[in-house]
């Protein structure tokens, strides 16, 4: 089993940063993929940023040179620094650690992100 804790969560204006981190505990995978993934309030779930074991990242569209995903192997955690923050971005943030070995996929409990207007 994997543990994942995130914290940084909060309330911010338009226009201003957050950092978001998350500790990971437990029997991680060796080759795994950490993302950070959103919901706002009646959506559905969607991709935030990922970045494997090799530092490969991706984002989503929306996010593009706004947020920076990174990741430090050693001490197991990975962050996303979010500048520039629109209302739009308000969810709720949520780690994610996958396995792409055994297809494993485990979640932390979630960060709520608000940004006013």
């Known amino acids: 089993q994997v543990q994942l804790v995130e914290s940084g969560g909060g309330l911010v204006q338009a226009g201003g940063s957050l950092r978001l981190s998350c500790a990971a505990s437990g029997r991680i995978p060796s080759i795994n993929v950490m993302g950070w993934y959103r919901q706002a309030p009646g959506k559905q779930r969607e991709l935030v940023a990922t970045?494997?074991?090799?530092?490969?990242?991706n984002y989503a569209d929306s996010v593009k040179g706004r947020f920076t995903i990174s990741r430090n192997n050693a001490k197991n955690t990975v962050a996303l620094q979010m500048n520039s923050l629109k209302p739009e971005d308000t969810a709720v943030y949520y780690c994610n650690c996958y396995s792409i070995v055994f297809k494993n996929s485990y979640w932390g409990q979630g960060t709520q992100v608000t940004v006013s207007s």
């Open positions: 970045i494997t074991s090799g530092d490969i990242t």
